[in-house]
């Protein structure tokens, strides 16, 4: 593994820094609520995309740069070490655009990928039900042929913890369109309009105060033969496509953004005069530790992409150590910051409380020692008695 940068590679990172150095968002918003800073996370993608920044590892025909891997992960790293928003529509970015590209026909390429660039439209990913949320298969949402038109699929069905529903004109959905064959082989990869009375989104507030998530309850929401992706019954081909995407460049990002807060903490700590107490000082290098450790990790899992053409399953590593690492970080600030700390509407409360949901998020912490064990370690899968 080559940490050095070619100097095509050293240019792009420079030429992308100085464009950051020199365009910065706008304030974030005190007032307006989620949909004043969702506003303002749309308006600084839409500037990334004047500059064509907004996905430059999409392909220049589509909008992008053709930017490689590491290109795309110095990409990642910019915007966290420069502490900007993420842009709006990072699921169509990171996901619904890279599966159409793969999956998606001419038509499909041509109506959708320009609108999820330019944050134009936004979209969010229908995948998971209160029944089947790690067990993607067990999926219970069904798509009939409307038997009036014939050119029209009927989908009725639940889906949870959807990303920005409240925001999103479309989704990618997966639902089942032949019950009699195997879970695997019956579902079908729709793209469904969320903008119809038969699509209901209910906000799913947390412990923040923020409505990051939602539930979407679906009857008989209507979508054309045109709007499905991949083909009728190769909808799990499809969505492992997506899945595949889903943690390749946030990564990069989440390590930085981890960086940071630790390298806050160590301030915060300093300026207190604790880090000449050795419980504090031995915390503070554990955390060290590990958030080199997951660097190191973010950047194999790029050279194994690179050398095998696709992420290896250590990349659920990274995912699984930074969620562990941000929760004790947090709960290390709790003891070092004090009230502060634990008082609404602070940052470090805010990071306190978020912490909390990211061994459940992209991959709970139980199913990824389970894919590192079968996968990595080669140990053989549980077997449950009947």
Known sequence: MDLTFSPKETAFRDELRAWLAENQPDVEPLDGGEDAHYAWRRDWQRRLYDAG??????????????????????????????????????????????TLMVWGTPEQKERYLAPILSAEEIWCQGFSEPDAGSDLASLKTRAVKDPEHPDQWLVTGQKVWTSGAQYSKWCMLVAR???????????????????????????????????????????????????VVGGVGNGWKVALTTLMNERAGLGFALQIRLRQLLDDLIAAAAERGLLEDPRYADALAELHVRCESIRLLAWKGLTDAERYGQPGPEGSLVKWLWS?????????????????????????????LRARGNTIEGGTTEVLKNIVAERVLGLPRLKVAA
């Open 177 to 227: 369109t032949d019950q009699d064959a195997a879970k695997h082989k019956g579902l079908t990869y729709f793209l469904m309009d969320m903008e119809q009375d038969a699509v209901q989104v209910r906000p799913l507030r947390q412990i923040t105060g923020e409505s990051e998530f939602n539930e979407l309850f679906i009857e008989e929401a209507r979508i054309p033969d045109a709007n």
């Open 324 to 352: 562990d690492t941000n929760q004790r970080l947090t709960e290390l600030a709790v003891d070092i910051i004090g009230p502060e700390a634990l008082t609404a509407g602070t940052p470090w409360s805010y990071e306190f």
């Open 53 to 98: 920044w907004a996905a430059p590892a999409w392909p220049t025909e589509y909008g992008g740069r053709g930017a490689s891997l590491t290109e795309s992960a110095i990409y990642f790293e910019e915007i966290g070490r420069a502490r900007v928003p993420f842009a709006a529509n990072t699921l169509g970015l990171l996901l619904g655009g890279p």
